[in-house]
């Protein structure tokens, strides 16, 4: 599996569990609020001055070796 940045937030969500952790380590405390379920990883990243493609290869990484 592997995710894009233009996936939505409740997208990922629902891909694997693990994604939420990585999230919330990356700095991303607001993933129960319903406004972030329409939102896409690279607009969240954007509103947090998180690097995107870091985060998604950074995933993609970990998905890869579940």
């Known amino acids: 599996m592997q995710i894009s940045k233009d996936m939505l937030i409740g997208e990922l969500?629902?891909?694997s569990d693990l994604i939420a952790p990585i999230l919330m380590r990356a700095g991303m405390h607001c993933l129960g609020c319903p406004s972030?379920?329409?939102?896409?990883?690279e607009e969240a990243c954007m509103v947090?001055?998180?690097?995107?493609?870091?985060?998604?290869?950074g995933i993609n990484e970990i998905l890869a070796d579940k």
């Open 48 to 57: 947090h001055g998180i690097d995107c493609d870091s985060l998604v290869n």
């Open 36 to 41: 972030s379920q329409g939102e896409s990883l």
């Open 13 to 15: 969500l629902q891909k």
